[in-house]
């Protein structure tokens, strides 16, 4: 049996390759792929390629890293898992011996291998993987396939908030409401939040986020928009902004919506430099960088099974 890979010849154009089916190590799994769910960097990588270029010009490149699917196979020192199973994996491969893994913290492992990025630029479009078996997680039966596929961007969401710390009643802004913003708006209700206000330019978007939780959506090419904002959520601005639409304007937006000793969560991938006035948040501002996730597949897996959305 073959297996049929799509890979990035170069920006703008994908081909479809037939290649062997991957070998499955005795800690893996052969996985038959339902769904990939097409990510912000999926999109840039197709437009422009990967953020960060692999060294090498000759290097095959895969998109897709938001997966759900059924095993085919299992290797022989797996045991939680077996043939039929419904599974959907964590993307990251980490390397489990530098002190971040050893910490917990395998999501900033330096070596991670994860998906459509390097160091092998494996990507999830493709009829079969192999994945590890302990980043592979089984899907209850209540869940489908393609809720499976968005357990990977939900994650992202569950971990952005819990990094923010206590959001009980806090007052909290949403930059941007694509996948990970919206997957931000319900983590952020379910763990109290009692303002949630998004901004962005697509009334689509606005209207989903006020279906999943907001309390009030903004355009933001309004001129007026901070002045807007604050109307809703008082004077001296949110307890925590979340940016998550991984641009500059959003970005310096962020700071002129925070209060003092107010947190911003930068979730969103911001290419190039963004310059801060330290000076207009030099009161106790804390600026936060969130990076995919860490240890939240079970619980957000657990969230979606039992349809939480509330505190």
Do not use: W
Not at 242 to 251: D, L, M, Q
Request: aromatic residues 6%.
């Amino acid at each position: 049996m073959k297996n049929t890979v799509a890979i990035l010849e170069k920006p703008g154009k994908m081909v479809m390759k037939e290649t062997d089916l991957p070998t499955v190590k005795d800690d893996e799994v052969l996985i038959k792929v339902g769904y990939v769910g097409i990510c912000g960097s999926d999109v840039h990588g197709f437009q422009f390629g990967p953020y960060i270029p692999p060294k090498d010009p000759n290097q095959t490149i895969g998109l897709g890293h938001e997966v759900a699917g059924v095993i085919e196979k299992v290797g022989k020192n797996v045991i939680n898992l077996k043939a039929g199973d419904r599974v959907c994996i964590e993307p990251g491969v980490p390397c489990y011996k530098c002190e971040f893994c050893m910490e917990g913290f395998y999501n900033v492992c330096p070596d991670v291998d994860f998906m459509a990025t390097q160091p092998n630029y494996k990507g999830a479009l493709t009829n079969y993987l192999a994945h590890p078996a302990d980043m592979t997680y089984h899907l209850p039966d209540n869940m489908s396939l393609v809720e499976g596929a968005l357990v990977e961007p939900a994650a992202v969401g569950i971990h952005a908030a819990e990094m923010a710390g206590d959001l009980l009643g806090k007052k909290v802004v949403i930059l941007g409401s694509g996948c990970i913003g919206l997957m931000t708006v319900q983590s952020a209700k379910l763990m109290g939040a009692a303002e949630i206000v998004v901004i962005d330019v697509l009334q689509n978007r606005l209207d989903k986020a006020i279906e999943l939780g907001a309390t009030a959506t903004f355009d933001g090419r309004d001129e007026k928009i901070v002045e807007k904002v604050k109307e809703i959520i008082g004077e001296y601005g949110a307890d925590v902004v979340f940016e998550t639409a991984g641009a500059i304007p959003t970005a310096k937006m962020a700071l002129q919506l925070v209060k003092r000793r107010g947190k911003v969560m930068v979730v969103g991938t911001i290419p190039g430099d963004t310059p801060i006035d330290f000076l207009k948040i030099n009161r106790e501002v804390s600026i936060q960088t969130v990076f995919r996730y860490a240890n939240d597949y079970k619980k957000t897996i657990d969230l979606i099974s039992k349809k939480r959305s509330y505190f």
